[in-house]
Each structure stands twice: as C-alpha cells, then as structure tokens.
C-alpha cells in the first residue's frame, strides 16, 4: 500500500516533468528548433492535422527552419495555419516550400523570457510539492488506521521527501538549460 503511495506519486512527478519540458520546448529562443511548431495543426483535407505529419521540418541554418510538405497543394494551409499560430513569425513560401526567418532576440526579450520560464518552473515546483503533500498525508492516513507503524510513516515521509528533492533538482537543471540557451544567442 505504502509503495503503491510512492509509485503514484513519482508517477505523478515525472508526468509534470514531462509537461514542463513540452512547455520548455515551445519557448523562442532564437534560434531555429522544430518544436517550436509541435503545436501547430494543418487543415488537410477536412481534418486537423498535425504539421510533422503533413511535411518535413529541417533546420538548414541557425535562425531558419524549412517546411518541405509531403503533399505540394498542402503548401498554402501549412502556410496558414502557421500565420495563424500564435508564432508571430513571418512565413516565405517559394512554391515548393516554407521557410520561416526566425528575428534575432533583444536583451529585454531574452530578460522576460527568462521571467516567464521561472514562473513556469515555479508552478511545476508547487505542483510537485502538492504531489507531496497528498502523498504525506496518505501515509499518516494509513497510521492513523493502524495500517502502518509510526516508524514506518517517518521511512515513507523520507522517501517522499527525497523524491521531491530529486524532481525539484530536474526542475531546476532544466531551468539552467533553457536560461543558458536563451543568453547565447
């Protein structure tokens, strides 16, 4: 009972890590990275598809990526739907291809980037500490009900405690990462 405590709650820590990092991902750095479009859907044939579905993405230099659709009369809804996207960045379409020009990052873009990636890390410290917290209180839950001895609550308390550790510490290295990223530009 107690290990299934702890497996839900390191299951619910590395599930947030993984939103954090998706999120990390999206984030304009200024230089070119594919995931930047990971989110962006193409209006192909009736559905909404995603666009790494409907078109290579390669990255033929630092601040460029190229859209190369498997489909050629997809080109102008793949351009579309990127000019509808919350990117803000300007699409050529050469007839056979997409290429977006990423704008090269100011120091007070790069600063409120930074801001916004603490704010984001922050929420995901909250989220684990919650994690944290419901798995405690489980546990003195299950000593109050006489399921597990007192000695083996504090052993439990531990253990959740350094798991926490651990993924804040992720956190944090991911954070480093990204700031990193954003100031060599």
Do not use: C
Not at 4 to 29: D, F, G, H, P, Y
Not at 31 to 57: C, E, H, M
Not at 63 to 69: A, H, N, S, Y
Not at 114 to 135: H, Q, S, Y
């Amino acid at each position: 009972m107690v290990d299934q405590i702890l497996s839900s709650t390191e299951n619910a820590m590395k599930a947030r890590l993984e939103k954090l990092k998706t999120e990390l991902s999206q984030v304009r750095t200024g230089r070119a990275n594919p995931q930047i479009l990971d989110t962006i859907k193409v209006d192909y044939f009736g559905q909404s598809v995603p666009l790494k579905q409907v078109a290579a993405i390669r990255v033929p230099e630092a601040r460029t990526l190229e859209i190369q659709p498997w489909d050629p009369s997809s080109l102008e809804a793949i351009e579309k739907a990127i000019q509808k996207s919350d990117l803000q960045i300007p699409t050529q379409n050469d007839g056979s291809l997409v290429r977006l020009q990423l704008p090269t990052m100011t120091e007070e873009r790069r600063r409120d980037m930074v801001k916004l990636l603490g704010k984001t890390a922050e929420e995901a410290r909250v989220a684990m500490r919650n994690e944290r917290r419901e798995a405690i209180e489980k546990v003195k839950k299950a000593e109050k009900e006489k399921r597990i001895p007192e000695d083996a609550r504090k052993r439990e308390e531990e253990k959740i405690q350094k798991l926490t550790d651990l993924y804040i510490k992720k956190v944090d290295e991911m954070m480093a990462s990204k700031e990193k990223e954003l100031s060599t530009v």
